[in-house]
Structure formats: structure tokens, C-alpha cells
Nanobody
Framework: QLKLVESGGDSVQPGGSLRLSCAAS??????????IGWFRQAPGKEREGVSC????????NSADSVKGRFTTSRDDDKITVYLQMNSLKVEDTAVYYC??????????????????????WGQGTQVTVSS
């Protein structure tokens, strides 16, 4: 089963930027057969969908709370998916997870933020925004 690894979490001040990375734990495995989603869970809150990228790499979708600030992209080798986070706010503090939806192999423009669509998850990386 596909296993994912996130990295890039850190502590930053409000208004700062971070870039999170997501890759398969098996080195060199490409992610172009999957929809890749980014989710986050803040203390005491339910996990929520943040952003997704279609298997084709051409379709993205983001939650209203991060639109205009967060973008999802993929490297040319299709090995790593990134979540670029700009203009960070205190309320962005959470553990961030990436996850893979295998239906991306059937639909290259599928891009979902529905948590139950994703079967493979990373362990999460902590993002803390505070002054």
C-alpha cells in the first residue's frame, strides 16, 4: 500500500510563508496516478480538507479559508507534491497531512477534498503560526 511522507513543517510568525512537501516513502515512486490532497487538523477540531491536485497535475482546488494564500503543485518528476503557504495566520496552526486518492488513475481531472476518498495518508507535519 502507498505510504506518504510529509516534511517542511515549522514555526513561523504571522504573515510568513512555508512550503510543505509530500512524497511516497518508496524512493522514486511517482504520484501521477493519484489525486493528492492536503488536510489539516488543529487542536480540538476535526480534520479539514485544505487543497488538492489532480493526477494530471492540471486541476487544483482549495478550501475557501486558504484561497489566494495556499497553492498546490508538483515537481516535473512527479515525485513530490508541494503545498506553498503564504500570508500565514495564527488560525493556520495545525498538523498538516497529505493523502492519496487512487481514483486519480481513472479520472485525470478529479480533485476532491472529501476525506473519505483518500486511502493512503502520511504521518503529518506540524505547522505553528505565532508571534
Amino acid at each position: 500500500q502507498l505510504k506518504l511522507v510529509e516534511s517542511g513543517g515549522d514555526s513561523v510568525q504571522p504573515g510568513g510563508s512555508l512550503r510543505l512537501s509530500c512524497a511516497a516513502s518508496y524512493s522514486g515512486l511517482t504520484l501521477d496516478k493519484y489525486v493528492i490532497g492536503w488536510f489539516r487538523q488543529a487542536p480540538g477540531k476535526e480534520r479539514e480538507g485544505v487543497s488538492c491536485l489532480s493526477s494530471s497535475g492540471g486541476v487544483t482546488n482549495s478550501a475557501d479559508s486558504v484561497k489566494g494564500r495556499f497553492t498546490t503543485s508538483r515537481d516535473d518528476d512527479k515525485i513530490t507534491v508541494y503545498l506553498q503557504m503564504n500570508s500565514l495566520k495564527v488560525e493556520d496552526t495545525a498538523v498538516y497531512y497529505c493523502a492519496a486518492d487512487p481514483l486519480g488513475i481513472l479520472d485525470p481531472v478529479r480533485c476532491t477534498l472529501q476525506e473519505t476518498d483518500f486511502g493512503s495518508w502520511g504521518q503529518g507535519t506540524q505547522v505553528t503560526v505565532s508571534s
